[in-house]
């Protein structure tokens, strides 16, 4: 066992999820990161047309496969990797393994399937070592009981 003392001396890579309703900033907010990526699986990058980034479609699970891929084994100059969003990203994954087994309706292996592979791409790419930033929509949802409101990401599971 290896016991060290005080913090660690590497400088540190921020992986951070922001979720929230349509329309209220998270693109924008990806787009203030230093040198920026994004993982465009929306097609929603109108609201940052005024900033420097790259951006690679992501119109398939596997394209966001090939993404990660690409940043992990590929010398690059990004420092920031902003995945808008994960909660698309879920879907095509879920698109994919329908696709494969010829059915247009979930069943509950796929959904297992889904979160697997999603938890994988999570952490695939919260190792690599640069920023990396989540966006997902929010999941509003009321208490039947009390009818408090709490808000969670809108992703797949326990992701």
């Known amino acids: 066992m290896e016991i060290l003392k ?3 001396s590497k400088p540190k890579h921020l992986k951070i999820l922001v979720y929230g309703s349509p329309g209220v900033g998270k693109t924008r907010f ?3 990161a230093p040198k920026p990526i994004f993982l465009d699986a929306e097609g929603g990058t109108l609201s940052i047309a005024d900033k ?3 951006r690679i479609p992501i119109k398939t699970y596997k394209d ?3 993404a990660f891929e690409y940043l992990k084994n ?7 990797v902003v995945m808008d969003s994960l909660t698309e990203i879920t879907k095509k994954c879920m698109d994919n393994i329908l696709a494969a087994s010829n059915r247009e309706v979930a069943q ?3 959904w297992l399937r889904n979160v697997e592979r999603v938890r994988r791409l999570v952490r695939g790419f919260r190792d690599l070592p640069m920023h990396v930033i989540f966006i997902c929509l929010r999941n509003d949802k009321e208490d039947k009981v009390t009818g408090e409101m709490s808000y969670t990401p809108s992703i797949v ?3």
């Open 6 to 8: 005080g913090a660690d």
């Open 30 to 32: 990806g787009a203030t």
């Open 52 to 54: 420097n980034f790259d």
């Open 64 to 66: 966001a496969e090939d």
């Open 74 to 80: 590929t010398k690059h100059d990004y420092l920031t």
């Open 108 to 110: 509950q292996q796929d």
């Open 157 to 159: 599971g326990k992701v």
